[in-house]
C-alpha cells in the first residue's frame, strides 16, 4: 500500500518562473492538505481539499497560488511567477474519508523542495 | 480557536538518558493531540495520538505522552534516548468539534550526544 506520493522531490525554478507540486494521496484517502515548511519554522497550514472542492484555502496566499484536487488525477499546487521567498518545502498530506470531521491524523509525502534563483 | 506552543527550540540529551519535549496546548473543545517526527529531508512522521481515550499514550519506538487537561499539556517522553532519536519533533492539536485543520507547533529539534 503505497504511501502519499509526492513530486518532484526538488525543483529549481527561476523568478518568474511557474512551479507545480504534485500530490498523489494514499490509497481510498479523500482529504488532502497543503502544507508549506520554512527553514526553523513548523509548517503552516496553506489549503484543504477533497475531491472536486477546496474546502479552506485561508492559509493560502491571496496571489500566485492556486490549488486543486481533480476526480481523476493528483492533488496540484501551483505557484505562478516564483519569487524567492517561495523557496521553501512543501508538504502533502491526506486522511481518509470519515463518517463526520476529520480526525486529525495525517499521513505525509517527503515533501517537495522549491529553491527559487 | 486552537493553538500549540512547543515550549523549547532545542533539547540536548546524552545517550541513555530520558528525554521530555514540552508541548502546551490551547483549544475551545475536546482536543486530538498527535506528537510526529521529522528526520531531515524526510516527510513527518506519526509518533502517536490521543483522541480522547486513555490520557497516557504509548507510540512507537519507544516513546509516550500524557494528556493532562488541567495544565492543558501534552508532553512527550522517553526513557532512554537513542542516537537516532535525533530529529524534529512537531505537537499538532485539532479540534474535531471546531476548526478540523491540524494546527502544528515550531518543533523542537532534539540533539542527542554519545
Known amino acids: 500500500n503505497a504511501g502519499v506520493m509526492q513530486n518532484p522531490r526538488h525543483l529549481v525554478r527561476r523568478r518568474g518562473q511557474e512551479a507545480r507540486l504534485r500530490c498523489s494521496p494514499m490509497?481510498?484517502?479523500?482529504?488532502v492538505y497543503w502544507y508549506r515548511q520554512l527553514p526553523e519554522e513548523g509548517l503552516k497550514f496553506m489549503v484543504y481539499?477533497?475531491?472536486?472542492?477546496?474546502?479552506?484555502e485561508s492559509g493560502m496566499p491571496k496571489e500566485r497560488f492556486s490549488a486543486e484536487f481533480p476526480k481523476e488525477g493528483p492533488s496540484i499546487l501551483r505557484i505562478q511567477q516564483v519569487v524567492r521567498g517561495d523557496s521553501a518545502a512543501y508538504f502533502c498530506?491526506?486522511?481518509?474519508?470519515?463518517?463526520?470531521?476529520?480526525?486529525?491524523?495525517?499521513?505525509f509525502g517527503e515533501g517537495s523542495r522549491l529553491t527559487v534563483l | 480557536a486552537q493553538s500549540v506552543t512547543q515550549l523549547d527550540s532545542h533539547v540536548s540529551v546524552s545517550e541513555g538518558t530520558p528525554v521530555l519535549l514540552r508541548c502546551n496546548y490551547s483549544?475551545?473543545?475536546?482536543?486530538?493531540l498527535f506528537w510526529y517526527v521529522q528526520h531531515p529531508n524526510k516527510g513527518l512522521q506519526l509518533l502517536l495520538k490521543?483522541?480522547?481515550?486513555?490520557?497516557l499514550v504509548k507510540g512507537i519506538n519507544g516513546f509516550e505522552a500524557e494528556f493532562k487537561k488541567s495544565e492543558t499539556s501534552f508532553h512527550l517522553t522517553k526513557p532512554s534516548a537513542h542516537m537516532s532519536d535525533a530529529a524534529e519533533y512537531f505537537c499538532?492539536?485539532?479540534?474535531?468539534?471546531?476548526?478540523?485543520?491540524?494546527?502544528f507547533g515550531r518543533g523542537t529539534s532534539l540533539i542527542v550526544h554519545p
Open positions: 483549544s475551545s473543545y475536546s482536543p486530538s
Open positions: 498530506a491526506s486522511s481518509p474519508p470519515t463518517s463526520g470531521r476529520p480526525t486529525g491524523e495525517l499521513f
Open positions: 481539499l477533497q475531491k472536486e472542492n477546496i474546502i479552506d
Open positions: 499538532v492539536v485539532s479540534d474535531p468539534g471546531g476548526s478540523y485543520i491540524p494546527t
Open positions: 490521543y483522541t480522547s481515550a486513555a490520557t
Open positions: 490509497k481510498g484517502h479523500s482529504h
